[in-house]
């Protein structure tokens, strides 16, 4: 049987095709961009992290220094309509212009402490940035004068620093724009952010609470609360009746 042997191929052999180059702009780009997503991506998380840290201080800072941020403010009663009423041993409602969420309407300080800081009301995260805020979401807490719960809250790192330094007796003034508040001290304590006895909101006495996170150099978020109690001392009340 014959045997048949393939003819040698005599046709030249193309090389394979090689791949084009990558132009200089997609080196460079890849060079550069990667590492600038990377560090923008670490920057984002970053900051996220520290807002609860710094937030504080941002706002302090626009409070201070930020003539624009000032002017956005609601309203301002107290410089507008201090002393539009006279201070007597009532208020009558019907004179009072009770202030709404974001309204400036008093200052607060306290004797022999550092707290002396314009109170808001409404305690958002505007109000805490820019002083002492007035809790405002329940019909059992109040402002000064309504006999009822006054429950006021302040940042332990800025305006509610000094609540470390206040003691048994201390006098607490409360200055709105209808009337001049004193209270005074009865207790302080620790306690968790989660307990609802620290307050009485069914309360229909006239009755000061103050309270900051603890401890008093935490940055950030911490489940204790450092609460501070006063009794009322004088003041005009505010008579719904009139």
Known sequence: MPVYHRPDDSRPVRPAPSRPKAPLW???????????????LTAGVLYLAAIPTVGPYVGLARYMFSKEEEESQPSNLYEDLANSIENATTVPYSELVYPTKGDQYGQITIEGTSVDAPLYYGDSTRELNRGVATY??????????????????GHNNTFFNGLQDVEEGSLIHIDTHYGSYVYRVTEMKVADYQDATTYDFTRTDENLILYTCHPFDALGFTPQRYFVYA??????MIDKSK
């Open 26 to 40: 997609r080196k460079m780009l890849s060079f550069v961009g990667v590492p600038v997503l990377f560090a923008a």
């Open 136 to 153: 405002a979401d329940s019909t059992g807490a109040g402002i000064p004068g309504e006999s009822k719960t006054v429950l006021l809250a």
């Open 231 to 236: 009794e009322y001392v004088s003041g005009p």
